[in-house]
């Protein structure tokens, strides 16, 4: 699913996506976003976690594989977390 599935992006949108819709109505949408890294660990460390990825040390290798433990702290809050108790 891309930015361009959500209703709220696209009113063309084949794809129901009412919670996210309202999600984005309630608040802000962005259109214009700017990696990171050139790798993605690092980038998927900060969307989800809204933490700059260079303030974890163990990501300043690059990529971590399937078998690599986990490097998020589980204590902190995520992006899941937040659109989870919004629905």
Do not use: K
Not at 21 to 50: E, K, N, W
Request: charge should be neutral.
């Amino acid at each position: 699913m891309g930015y361009g599935d959500l209703g709220s992006y696209n009113a063309n949108s084949r794809i129901p996506t009412p919670h996210m819709d309202s999600i984005a109505s309630q608040g802000m949408r962005f259109t214009d976003a700017h990696s990171p890294s050139a790798v993605c660990t690092p980038t998927r460390y900060a969307l989800l976690m809204g933490r700059y990825a260079w303030r974890l040390p163990s990501l300043t290798a690059g990529v971590t594989n399937g078998y690599s433990p986990l490097i998020a702290d589980t204590n902190r809050t995520t992006i899941a977390d937040i659109m989870t108790e919004a629905g």
